[in-house]
Each structure stands twice: as structure tokens, then as C-alpha cells.
């Protein structure tokens, strides 16, 4: 496999444990705060003051289950189960598929094909899970744009098959993109943090990449790369 730039980097289990060792230390300190007070405090409390405390511990409760789903999701996932599939067959569905999430929102979709006649080994299962999730970032990203586009791009197809996806949106910091791929790392409300992570995962699983950069002068670039083996004309749709 050709080296990229903006592939994904190396997992950092320091920063992995350490966003882990903040959301369960900041829920567990709120919880035993909030427990100390409602203990030392009950018989003074009236009826509606319990319950407000009891409500708020079930909220921190609630946010420690989330932090623990989320870790499940990343096992919960795989791609190990692979069939061939001719590129050109995964493309069309692919196409289709993103089109779907792109009606009625008024984003411009450009598309260009580029790719030798070749096949890939994939979990199309698996793979439509990362591009969807690469095209929901996107489309989070051009929230409010007055211009919004989305390109989709592939080439290559003699012994690996590039798929780029790109928007106008603001892009990312560098501090942002740094930890892109950190397990629960998130800088969006209401998200795991976990997407990114498990999207290289699956592409790992099957012997492909992803790599996420700023492309200027505004915007962002997911870069998914597969392996190839020449056409074969049994080659059966993935599942």
C-alpha cells in the first residue's frame, strides 16, 4: 500500500485513556458530590428537592452508560467476513445510496469516475457504514453554508482503488485534527466519538485505509483507499 499524508495516525492509547479518565472522572466526582449532598440533606429536603437530586443522578448515571455503549460499539462492529465485488458495481450502490441522504437538502453533488475495470474484497455492509458516516460529517459541516458541495471522486483500479470524499465546509483545527480518530474524542454535542475510530477500524479489517485532511482553501477531504485484483467475470454482489 503507497504511503499518504493524510492517513489516519497511529492510535495514542495515552490520549485514548486520558479523554477516558476525564468523561468517567468528571461524571463520577458529579455523582459522588450530588450523592454526599443529598445524604447530608435528605431529611431537610422536600419532596420536589429530592427528586430534583435523584433526577440529576440519574442524568450522570445515564452519561456513564453512554461513555460504556460507546466503547461496546467499537467490538460491536466488523469486516472481517469479506466477498469480491466488481468496483464498478459498489460504486453504482454507493452513488445511490449517498444520493438518498442528499435529497431534499439542496447540496450539490459532483462526481467523477476514474477507476480501472478491476474488483475489491470488501463487507459492502461495512464499507457503506464508513461512507455514510463520512457523508453525515460532511453534511454537519455544511450546515448553514450558503453554497454547500460535496465531491466524490475514484481512481486507480490496478492494485488499490481511491475513493475521496470532499466538502466546503470550514474544515477542521489542527487541534481538531489531531485527534480526529481518538476513540470517544468529540467536539460535537450528543456524539460518541467513536465514528472515526471505528470507520478505520473496518477499512483496517479490510486491508484498506482512511486518511481526513483540510484541503484549501476551505473544506475538508476523506481520503478511503481499497485493495484491487484484476476483473473477474464471476465475481457475485458483496452482502
Known amino acids: 500500500m503507497r504511503t499518504r499524508k493524510n492517513q489516519a495516525p497511529e492510535v495514542d492509547l495515552e490520549l485514548v485513556l486520558s479523554v477516558l479518565r476525564h468523561q468517567l472522572g468528571n461524571s463520577v466526582n458529579a455523582l459522588k458530590i450530588t450523592l454526599d449532598v443529598l445524604r447530608e440533606s435528605f431529611d431537610a429536603f422536600e419532596e420536589t428537592k429530592k427528586k430534583e ?40 450502490q454507493l452513488l445511490a445510496l449517498i444520493s438518498q441522504r442528499l435529497e431534499d437538502r439542496q ?32 453534511l454537519e459541516a455544511l450546515s448553514g453554508h450558503g453554497a454547500p458541495e460535496i ?51 473496518l477499512m483496517a479489517e479490510m486491508g484498506g485505509g482512511i486518511g481526513i485532511r483540510n484541503r484549501p482553501p476551505a473544506g475538508a477531504e476523506v481520503s478511503i483507499w481499497l485493495k484491487a485484483s484484476a476483473p473477474e467475470a464471476s465475481v457475485k454482489p458483496a452482502t
Open 107 to 138: 447540496i450539490k453533488l459532483v462526481t467523477r469516475y476514474e477507476t480501472m475495470p478491476c474488483t475489491v474484497l470488501i463487507n459492502q455492509a461495512a464499507l457503506n457504514k464508513v461512507f455514510l458516516g463520512v457523508v453525515e460529517n460532511a
Open 53 to 92: 437530586y435523584l433526577q440529576r443522578l440519574a442524568q450522570l448515571v445515564n452519561r456513564q452508560q453512554e461513555t460504556v455503549q460507546a466503547l461496546k460499539s467499537y467490538s460491536m462492529f466488523a469486516a472481517r467476513e469479506r466477498r469480491p465485488m466488481a468496483f464498478s458495481a459498489f460504486w453504482t
Open 151 to 201: 465531491e466524490i471522486y475514484t481512481g486507480g483500479g490496478t492494485s488499490q482503488v481511491d475513493i475521496v470524499v470532499r466538502d466546503n465546509g470550514p474544515g477542521s483545527t489542527v487541534a481538531e485534527m489531531d485527534t480526529l480518530f481518538t476513540p470517544l474524542f468529540t467536539t460535537k454535542p450528543g456524539k460518541s466519538g467513536m465514528g472515526l475510530a471505528i470507520a478505520r477500524k
